[in-house]
Structure formats: C-alpha cells, structure tokens
C-alpha cells in the first residue's frame, strides 16, 4: 500500500484565496483524521470522519474551514478565504484497529 | 477524557548516551498509549504502541518504552543515542473513543 497521500505538499497562496487541500487514506480504513500542526499550538485536532461520516468537528477554527469525504478513499479540507494564519502544516490521517497512519502533510503558507 | 503531558519540550543527548523522554497519561479508562516520531518535514512515524499486553514495549530503531499504571507513565527509552534519532517525539492516547489525544511534542538532539 503507497500509504496515505496528500497534496499538494506544498502550497502558497494569497490572503483571501481559497485552497482546497486532499487525501487518499489507506484502503480499508474507516477513520479519516485532519490534523494542523504549528509551531504555536502543536499538533491540533480539526475534524474525524467515520465511515464517510463526520463524527466530531470541534477542532475546525472557523466558519472559514469545511471538510467532506465524499467516499471512502477521499477527502478535501477547504479554506475559503484564507489568512496568513492559517498557515501550518495540515496532515491527513487513517486509522486501523488503535493505530493512526500520518500522510507527509501539506505545508500552507498564506501571504 | 484523556490527555497526555510530554515533560521537557527540548531533550539534548551525546551521541552514545541514554535516550530517555518521559510521557504522563490521565485515562478514565485503560489506555491505548502510543510514540510516534517525526523527522523534518515529514509525517509522524510510528514508534511503538502499548495495547494492554506486555507493559514493556519495543519498538522500531531500538526504541522502547515501559507502561507503568502505578506512575502513568510510558517513557520512551533507548539504550545509545543515534544521531539519525534527531527528531520529534509525541506520545499520544486514546481510550474508549476514537481520537488520539498527543502530547505537545519533544524535540531530541543528539551532540556528536
């Protein structure tokens, strides 16, 4: 298995712009996790799906960001519109029986 | 509700020397505890994972930790520091529910 894919790996965009960030979990997980990591506030939670199903989305900031999984093999985190503080580094994770797989993330630099 | 502390965000070891990065949990219920390691500019990395069986876990690279529910804690051991074990280390549990709740990281260097 190529493991769990994110792209693009790097993105730079202006303040204001949308950006639309994607992950392909491992087949046969159920559990999709979204996760922003800075160097402020660590690794942060934003939202967990099961079965394609959003479950808890208490991490998501603001309004300003949304997330879908359409079917089991794919997912998108939107910002609309973006700000510089959103710049991070966003990682997509699925999880097999008491074990979550990291994807190489998405490092978001808005200017 | 579960959460862990990582004690000591910078950890510094000569190259040879004992790794040892310390990990407390608070569980309601039996954890699940979990390292995991992240070098620059990639994703975590599992480590090692402790899943109610043997309270002393190895792991990969020579890593292990010990589960010790008199102290909750699940520190993260290697006997002679490597300098490719320059890295981030978390630890994280997860209980009943779904998440993994991580600690806010230890940064390992290694002096040559």
């Known amino acids: 298995d190529a493991g769990v894919i994110q792209s693009p790996r790097h993105e730079v965009t202006e303040m204001g712009q949308e950006v639309t960030l994607r992950c392909k979990p491992i087949s046969g997980h159920d559990y999709l996790f979204w996760y922003r990591q800075t160097m402020m506030r660590g690794l942060e939670l934003l939202i967990y799906f099961n079965n394609n199903v959003p479950i808890d989305d208490s991490g998501m900031p603001e309004d300003r960001f949304s997330a879908k999984m359409p079917n089991a093999s794919f997912s998108t985190l939107k910002i609309q519109p973006s700000e510089p503080r959103d710049s991070a580094v966003y990682f997509c994770?699925?999880?097999?029986?008491?074990?979550?797989?990291f994807g190489p993330g998405t490092r978001l630099t808005v200017l | 509700a579960q959460s862990v502390t990582q004690l000591g965000s910078h950890v510094s070891v000569s190259e040879g020397a004992l790794v040892l990065l310390r990990c407390n949990y608070s569980?309601?219920?039996?954890?699940?505890l979990f390292w995991y390691v992240q070098y620059p500019n990639q994703g975590l990395q599992l480590l090692l994972k402790?899943?109610?069986?043997?309270?002393l876990v190895k792991g990969i690279n020579g890593f292990e930790a010990e589960f010790k529910k008199s102290e909750t804690s699940f520190h993260l051991t290697k006997p002679s520091a490597h300098m490719s074990d320059a890295a981030e280390y978390f630890c994280?549990?997860?209980?009943?529910?779904?998440?993994?709740?991580f600690g806010t990281g230890t940064s390992l260097t290694v002096i040559p």
């Open positions: 994280a549990v997860s209980g009943s529910g779904n998440q993994f709740y």
């Open positions: 994770a699925s999880r097999s029986y008491n074990e979550q797989f």
């Open positions: 402790y899943t109610s069986a043997a309270t």
């Open positions: 569980s309601s219920v039996p954890p699940y």
